[in-house]
């Protein structure tokens, strides 16, 4: 049974940083292409960023370039999400997920190949 369980969402000032956490069981996470996604109040999920199995490549959301930075340590079968220079509009549950792929399609933002989700992690930015 694959289990997905974030971690590290809080309540920050806006220009802060937060890390997100994400560590996986019950598959073969070096095999994966791992991905972050969001969802605010009244919209819909988006895509934050994606990462292939080995760490070589990874895709952002263009509103998070530059600012936010995914990494994975596949020892420790974990999934990070470093966030930096934090604004309101970041606000949302943030969720880990893992690919059935090891790749990120092109439509990774809509979470294309993504099957298994954790329950979320909530990321709060005051103004």
């Known amino acids: 049974q694959v289990q997905v369980v974030e971690s590290g969402g809080g309540l920050v000032e806006a220009g802060g940083s937060l890390r997100l956490f994400c560590l996986v069981s019950g598959l073969t996470f070096g095999n994966s292409a791992m991905g972050w996604f969001r969802q605010a109040a009244v919209k819909d999920r988006e895509g934050v960023a994606c990462i292939i199995y080995n760490g070589d490549r990874s895709y952002y959301e263009d509103s998070v370039k530059g600012r936010f930075a995914i990494s994975r340590d596949n020892a420790k079968n974990t999934l990070y999400l470093q966030m930096n220079s934090l604004q309101p509009e970041d606000t949302a549950m943030y969720y880990c997920?893992?690919?059935?792929?090891?790749?990120?399609?092109?439509?990774?933002?809509?979470?294309?190949?993504?099957?298994?989700w954790g329950q979320g992690t909530q990321v709060t930015v005051s103004s």
């Open positions: 997920a893992a690919s059935q792929l090891s790749v990120c399609l092109g439509t990774w933002s809509s979470a294309g190949g993504f099957g298994d």
